[in-house]
């Protein structure tokens, strides 16, 4: 839940600290105040696109920041960029735009990527503006509504459709591929075997040319490295004579250890120890010495083989990889490549069976996942024209329609689900459509042909109440849905709204009084002109209940000032009371008889519409 939000320098906005209720939270004020800029900031801080032009003249950036009541899923994302939050349990986050166009964002402290802010407000946040009403009469948003509504019931069989598709689609891609370029992976094969068969007949060996350049080296200075380690030997052991002039380091060392043995004092006994560890140690460098000189060997031929297999290894080091480690790695890809390279009829189809046993599983997964759409859309359909009965639309019906993707000759992804041909796309084989019968007789008509702007504003908000109970977002937002709407309907969009803040916390923009009158907080965004001159600025003001009349009978065609306006205001402000009581004594008595809400998903999110459409009766 947002439980306040601060702007500063965006648009027409200075410094605006915005209170808002958990419950119905409405937003009025007069064209042009800048209602529109406490929506751009809700945007902003859920990652939204950032524009320098929303910047306050003057200004050198806009900040919003909005405090969190912390719920699990929002300290979730917290945990995942080591955010934390504050003492009282809220989260901090800011989104800062300059007015050169550079953003930055801020969650619990700690600057993160924009993304973090788009993934916390994916948890917190859903906005639905007239934006949405256009976006809702695509094909696709229509699918996606029905999917969300309808839970784990479509995710899950839909999971497994992708699953098996990718699979299906890998494999039908190999098939094709095999077949359309038989001679070109002919060609591609012998090209590996013959490779293969180059670089078998040399048969090189793990690391062999590092070994071979370090033995190529020792044949062919071998008298250079038989001096050197002669000489190391003789100053470690001394002259085979044993000459007592010219002794090596191990006499010196043994002499050295006779002194300090014989000299009875502890401190020299211990040097005594320690010289026995380095005469042991260069005893044993001495035996390796004496081992090295004799197998040093200056054969001219064993240094020609040598070097011959060294010509061998860099044949296929410069053909295949840059060390002969590599080749053998080209070796192992070759051979994996080379089984894919299978052009022969029993491979095509064995290919070809199993592609056509996917098929067979993917339209399995295909049916349950349209026997799930299809169960979910008639609650939807339901759940939906219940509401819109007590939103002045008492004659019309929702219709959500699941209507199969047939494929035409050539469709790519066609795939046989039962005895029609239809794409096979990532979402499943089903189309959604949304259909208005907008009176008793009408035929139904998809939304963009049969709703008008105030209708299409009805529907959206009866389908967002019948979501309600599917959807875990605790904050929505709505701008000015209620546009082309008026009079009676008006009122049971007020109405509605209240209803969906018992589960959510609800924040309105608004033109309507209808609406505003269910406000547990009404806030109002007014003009104000600056002392001494200057372009004029809006601030955002709380307010309190008679200050709530007086911007009702404005909004009532401008009425503020005329006791009729203000008893209208007020009859107005009494009628959404009555009306709130009395949902919420019904509301009270079904629980009483055991129809309270259920947990959140998609078999509650119809249950629920059902029992209000019964309260409603």
């Known amino acids: 839940m947002l439980a306040e939000m601060r702007i500063q320098g965006l648009g027409v906005i200075d410094d605006a600290t915005l209170d808002l209720d958990p419950g119905l939270?409405?937003?009025?004020?007069?064209?042009?105040?800048?209602?529109?800029?406490?929506?751009?900031g809700l945007s902003l801080l859920g990652g939204g696109r950032a524009e320098s032009s929303r910047v306050a003249d003057g200004a050198r950036r806009a900040v919003?920041?909005?405090?969190?009541?912390?719920?699990?899923?929002?300290?979730?994302?917290?945990?995942?960029?080591?955010a934390d939050a504050d003492e009282d349990g809220t989260l901090i986050a800011v989104r800062t735009v300059s007015a050169d166009g550079r953003s930055r964002a801020h969650l619990g402290g700690r600057s993160v990527p924009v993304g973090v802010l788009s993934r916390l407000a994916e948890v917190t946040l859903a906005v639905h503006g007239q934006n949405d009403q256009l976006r809702l009469l695509r094909p696709a948003e229509q699918r996606a509504l029905l999917d969300r509504f309808a839970g784990d019931v479509v995710a899950e069989p839909l999971e497994r459709y992708r699953a098996v598709r990718a699979e299906w689609q890998r494999v039908a891609a190999e098939l094709v591929e095999r077949r359309d370029g038989a001679r070109r992976l002919a060609q591609e094969a012998d090209l590996l075997r013959h490779g293969l068969t180059e670089i078998r007949a040399v048969d090189p060996q793990p690391g062999e040319d590092v070994e071979l350049t370090e033995l190529a080296h020792r044949l062919s200075a071998a008298d250079e490295l038989r001096e050197v380690a002669a000489g190391a030997q003789l100053a470690l052991i001394g002259p085979e004579d044993g000459d007592p002039d010219a002794p090596g380091a191990l006499a010196l060392i043994g002499d050295a250890r006779h002194r300090l043995a014989g000299a009875g004092d502890p401190a020299l006994t211990m040097l005594d120890t320690r010289l026995q560890e380095v005469l042991a140690l260069l005893g044993d460098v001495g035996t390796e010495l004496t081992g090295y000189l004799d197998r040093l060997d200056a054969?001219?031929?064993?240094?020609?083989?040598?070097?011959?297999?060294?010509?061998?290894?860099?044949?296929?080091?410069?053909?295949?990889?840059?060390?002969?480690?590599?080749?053998?790695?080209?070796?192992?890809?070759?051979?994996e490549r080379l089984a894919g390279l299978d052009t022969s009829d029993e491979a095509l189809a064995?290919?070809?069976?199993?592609?056509?046993?996917?098929?067979?599983?993917?339209a399995e997964h295909a049916a349950a996942v349209t026997a799930a759409r299809t169960e979910a859309a008639a609650r939807?359909?339901?759940?939906?024209?219940?509401?819109?009965?007590?939103?002045?639309?008492?004659?019309?019906?929702?219709?959500?329609?699941?209507?199969?993707?047939?494929?035409?000759?050539g469709a790519a992804d066609a795939l046989l689900v039962g005895s029609a041909t239809l794409v096979a796309g990532?979402?499943?084989?089903?189309?959604?459509?949304?259909?208005?019968v907008a009176h008793t007789g009408a035929s139904?008509?998809?939304?963009?042909?049969?709703?008008?702007?105030?209708?299409?504003?009805?529907?959206?908000?009866?389908?967002?109440?019948?979501?309600?109970?599917?959807?875990?977002?605790p904050t929505m937002v709505f701008?000015?849905?209620?546009?082309?709407?008026?009079?009676?309907?008006a009122v049971e969009i007020g109405r509605r709204l209240a209803r969906l803040a018992a589960r959510h916390q609800v924040i309105v923009v608004t033109h309507l009084p209808q609406v505003a009158a269910y406000a547990d907080r009404h806030l109002v965004v007014d003009k104000s002109a600056r002392d001494g001159g200057g372009p004029t600025r809006s601030r955002v003001r709380t307010l309190a209940e008679s200050d709530r009349i007086v911007e009702l009978a404005r909004m009532l065609a401008g009425l503020d000032d005329t006791d009729t306006g203000r008893a209208h205001a007020e009859e107005l402000l009494g009628a959404a009371r009555a009306h709130r009581e009395a949902d919420r004594a019904a509301a009270g008595r079904a629980a009483v008889n055991g129809a309270g809400p259920k947990s959140a998903g998609a078999g509650s999110a119809g249950a629920k519409s059902r029992r209000r459409a019964a309260t409603r009766a």
Request: no cysteine.
């Open 25 to 40: 939270t409405v937003l009025t004020g007069e064209t042009g105040a800048g209602k529109t800029m406490v929506v751009t």
């Open 64 to 82: 919003v920041e909005g405090r969190f009541s912390a719920d699990p899923a929002a300290l979730k994302v917290a945990d995942e960029v080591g």
């Open 299 to 335: 054969d001219p031929e064993r240094l020609a083989s040598v070097l011959s297999r060294q010509a061998e290894l860099k044949a296929l080091t410069r053909k295949y990889a840059a060390d002969i480690d590599g080749v053998i790695a080209w070796v192992e890809a070759a051979e």
């Open 350 to 362: 064995a290919l070809a069976a199993r592609r056509d046993a996917l098929g067979v599983e993917l």
């Open 380 to 409: 939807l359909a339901a759940d939906t024209t219940a509401e819109l009965g007590g939103l002045a639309m008492a004659d019309a019906r929702l219709l959500v329609a699941v209507v199969p993707r047939e494929a035409g000759p």
């Open 426 to 436: 990532t979402d499943g084989v089903d189309e959604v459509e949304l259909r208005l």
């Open 444 to 473: 139904p008509l998809p939304l963009h042909r049969g709703a008008s702007g105030g209708e299409l504003s009805r529907v959206m908000l009866a389908l967002e109440v019948a979501l309600a109970g599917a959807d875990p977002v």
């Open 479 to 489: 701008d000015e849905v209620d546009a082309g709407v008026g009079g009676r309907a």
